[in-house]
């Protein structure tokens, strides 16, 4: 039986994990490597790195950072942030990376899914959408959850999928960093209208909110979260045997 | 030595490095001379079957991977790289692999509840049967490993060691005499993974 992923997200910035509130006022965590080999060592199922450098200098600490955790640790990586060409996709996966997560160069170039899927293939395609309610719609934004792209979500997710995109990342930006909750509502919109996996991100504060997530959408595949990882708030592996004990199946 | 084929396909960087980590030297490469001097061989893989097939054949390497297996020397293929070893695929159109095993390759969507997404993606437990494969010496039944399919081998009763639960039983992993093959990803599935490679190193007599 296929099971229900569990998956830490490190924002890299300039070499270190930092992890942003609501996208903003980010304080410094960890180091990279170090918080990868902790997590993939209790249970984590996979890691997603997002690389919110802005220079091209820290484009390249990131990089050897990647290399460095990937020759150590032997569970999926999914990589994301700045990925924008397909020599940004051959970039971090040259590194070790599984999965190349597109966000904002998507929306700048939505032809970027397409070839992208064509080259490395459908599963290594990971389509990553910032999602927030405007007038009572479901609205995409860009550039890290600052830009209202004034474009319908639901319609843009589809649009992914069609061209190729193998998983969808959905981070909503109503609950993020607020710690009450996955956004159930808009979750179970998206799981509505595409077949491919889907990983909720947003809102975590507690174990509950993870039984909530799988049992209320059983079409989500993976819960994702980060500062409730890194702080210790929760410990994966006492939030598996939470989910065992809720008959959510999960691997320990 | 390990001589994991590079022959264009996919992402050789993890493997490397997680025959590193259980101290095994290992190298991507596509130089014959360097695969017909290592002691097993890994044929990787992901993407198109259709693609793969013909590197394989342009490339050369795929006869030297036959060659090699009629040598005794245990070899493994990975995910595509273990469809390669079937008769034929049935992945969009129908293409002949390299016969080492008897049986095909065919869509999932062919056996699992069309309720089930495609691929195949995530954690999933395997199950041995009646008796473990030393490959499989240091896990146990119910271990999990990272899939990432939405073909899977089939009419291969006889070399089947392991399947995975998704809806219906798939092919899991196979062997035939000293050539295995994995339809999930060992350097992508934690310590278990690590410890199926551990395994392959020491078939044979580790040397």
């Not at chain 1, 990342?169 to 009450?180: A, E, M, P």
């Not at chain 2, 030297?25 to 130089?31: I, K």
């Not at chain 2, 390669?84 to 080492?100: I, K």
Request: with cysteine; net charge negative; hydrophobic share 40%.
């Amino acid at each position: 039986m296929i099971t229900k992923r569990i998956i830490p997200c490190l924002d890299v910035k300039d070499g270190r994990v930092v992890k942003g509130v609501n996208f903003m006022g980010l304080s410094d965590v960890s180091s990279p490597v170090t918080l990868g080999k902790y997590y993939s060592d209790n249970g984590a199922d996979e890691l997603v790195f997002y690389d919110i450098t802005a220079s091209s200098e820290g484009r390249a600490l990131f990089t050897d950072i990647l290399k460095e955790v990937a020759s150590t640790i032997f569970i999926p990586l999914t990589v994301g942030g700045g990925i924008n060409t397909l020599d940004d996709f051959d970039r971090v996966l040259k590194c070790g990376a599984d999965k190349v997560s597109v966000n904002s160069g998507a929306i700048r170039n939505p032809g970027l899914i397409y070839e992208a899927a064509k080259r490395y293939g459908d599963q290594c395609v990971v389509l990553s959408v910032d999602v927030k309610r405007v007038e009572g719609a479901f609205r995409v934004f860009a550039k890290g959850g600052r830009v209202d792209t004034g474009m319908d979500a639901l319609e843009w997710i589809k649009r992914g999928v069609d061209s190729g995109a193998g998983e969808i990342v959905l981070n909503s930006i109503d609950t993020d960093g607020v710690k009450r909750g996955f956004d159930i509502e808009m979750l179970d919109a998206v799981s509505k209208i595409v077949s491919v996996p889907i990983i909720a991100s947003g809102g975590a504060g507690s174990m509950a909110d993870f039984v909530e997530l799988f049992n209320k959408l059983p079409k989500v595949d993976a819960g994702l979260a980060a500062s409730i990882f890194h702080f210790g708030e929760v410990k994966i592996n006492d939030l598996k045997k939470t989910l065992i004990k809720n008959s959510i199946p999960v691997r320990i | 030595m390990v001589a994991i084929i590079d022959y264009g396909v996919g992402n050789l960087f993890s493997l490397v490095s997680s025959f590193r980590a259980i101290g095994k030297e290992a190298t991507a490469t596509s130089d014959p001379e360097v695969i017909r001097s290592a002691d097993r061989i890994i044929l990787p893989g992901v993407g198109a079957f259709e693609d793969a097939a013909k590197k394989l054949s342009l490339s050369g390497l795929g006869e030297l991977v036959v060659e090699m297996a009629a040598t005794g020397k245990p070899i493994m293929g990975i995910c595509l790289g273990m469809q390669l070893l079937f008769e034929r695929s049935f992945e969009y159109g129908e293409h002949l692999g390299l016969a080492l095993i008897p049986g095909e390759v065919r869509s999932i969507k062919e056996v699992i509840p069309n309720d089930y997404k495609v691929p195949h993606i995530g954690w999933n437990a395997l199950h041995f049967g009646k008796e473990k494969n030393e490959l499989f010496k240091y896990l146990s039944e119910g271990d999990f490993v990272y899939f990432v399919h939405s073909f899977y081998a089939t009419k291969c009763e006889n070399s089947v060691i392991a399947e995975a639960e998704y809806g219906a039983m798939l092919t899991a992993a196979v062997a035939k005499n000293n050539v295995y093959g994995c339809q999930f990803h060992p350097e992508k599935s934690g310590e278990v993974g690590l410890n199926i490679l551990r395994a392959f190193c020491e078939i044979g007599g580790s040397k």
